[in-house]
Nanobody, 120 residues
Framework: QVQVVESGGGLVQPGESLRLTCAAS???????????MQWYRQGPGKEREMVAG???????NYADSVKGRFSISRDRAMNHVYLQMNDLKPEDTAVYYC???????????RGQGTQVTVSS
């Protein structure tokens, strides 16, 4: 089994930045075979939305709403994934979660999430 812990959220004003961290732990067999990780978010009254993803090979993808503002990165071992969020907007307000992919299957992980609130 794998667990994730998300951190780094907070209350910021529009235009400010935050850096989120996701730390994965658990079964060494699974951890060592994670080949992608992603951030997703769920805002109040909204559906879950994929925000950014990164593969073991370094390929990244982003939701259109965050392109040019957010940047995803990872450590070499794929145990940690980061989300640098710049120029934050009120519509970025949400709880942010991370997930990991083992083989071709997303594990459906859901840690406690980290709350990001953007408000003036």
């Amino acid at each position: 089994q794998v667990q994730v812990v998300e951190s780094g959220g907070g209350l910021v004003q529009p235009g400010e930045s935050l850096r989120l961290t996701c730390a994965a732990s658990g079964s060494i067999n699974i951890i060592n075979n994670i080949n992608a990780m992603q951030w997703y978010r769920q805002g109040p009254g909204k559906e879950r939305e994929m925000v950014a993803g990164i593969t073991l090979g370094g390929h990244t993808n982003y939701a259109d709403s965050v392109k040019g503002r957010f940047s995803i990165s990872r450590d070499r071992a794929m145990n940690h994934v980061y989300l640098q969020m710049n120029d934050l907007k009120p519509e970025d307000t949400a709880v942010y979660y991370c997930d990991a992919r083992y083989g071709s299957t997303w594990l459906g992980l859901r840690g406690q999430g980290t709350q990001v609130t953007v408000s003036s």
